[in-house]
């Protein structure tokens, strides 16, 4: 885990476990832990200046996520999945933000589209420096945002533990040229959907860019 801990952006109000959770799946799924790492207490605690205690939290948290398990050696290592997954974690996925948009078309104030325009704005300028790390983060963000919005905060965890999936079997692939300023431009049109508050017309797009994203 090389990214020292100057380079994070700590909000004041994060105990050491949610602290040690954050950093831990940042690297998974950023892929500086790659599949079979292990994940060492200690080394976790070292990077990060604290105790093993809330590190043992942390790991365990992301075992009960399902990003990691023991190893042969009971030591945890980083989860891998297989391509039988995809199908039925891009299944669950469309089941529940299909949920979340019928919804959030009834409930999500100005306030909250604006919020959403704001990422989309974001995620263009990460579109356009070619920065697809930002892009992917972007992109959890206003997925979960419209969960959030739609007062589904269960879904919202949900949805938070099957994209973590998503992304480690995604790493080391790569996208066709254009794919992400495709991806933004479906965003857009959930975006829009939902604050003309069209439900059919959003869950069908979304259902849509789930598919061609594959996510």
């Known amino acids: 885990m090389s990214r020292q801990l100057s380079e994070q952006r700590e909000d004041p109000g994060t105990t050491l476990g949610e602290r040690a959770y954050d950093y831990v799946r940042r690297e998974i799924l950023c892929g500086r832990l790659p599949v079979g790492s292990v994940v060492a207490e200690g080394t976790v605690a070292g990077e990060l200046g604290i105790s093993k205690t809330p590190v043992r939290q942390a790991l365990q948290s992301l075992r009960r996520d399902g990003l990691l398990e023991l190893g042969p050696r009971r030591q945890l290592i980083v989860r891998g999945f297989s391509t039988e997954h995809r199908r039925e974690i891009l299944d669950v996925r469309i089941a529940l933000e299909s949920l979340s948009v019928r919804r959030a078309c009834e409930t999500m104030t100005i306030e909250q589209i604006d919020h959403l325009r704001l990422l989309l704005i974001r995620q263009k300028r990460a579109v356009d420096s070619g920065d697809e790390d930002r892009f992917i983060e972007l992109d959890e963000q206003f997925h979960l945002h419209i969960a959030a919005s739609a007062g589904l905060p269960i ?34 049109k959930i975006a829009d959907l939902l604050e003309a508050r069209r439900p059919a017309r959003a869950v069908k797009a979304l259902r849509e860019h789930l598919e061609h994203a594959d996510y």
């Open 155 to 188: 879904v919202e965890r949900f949805l938070s533990q099957l994209r973590g999936f998503v992304r480690v079997m995604r790493l080391g692939t790569t996208r066709p040229p254009g794919h992400l300023q495709e991806v933004w431009a479906e965003h857009e």
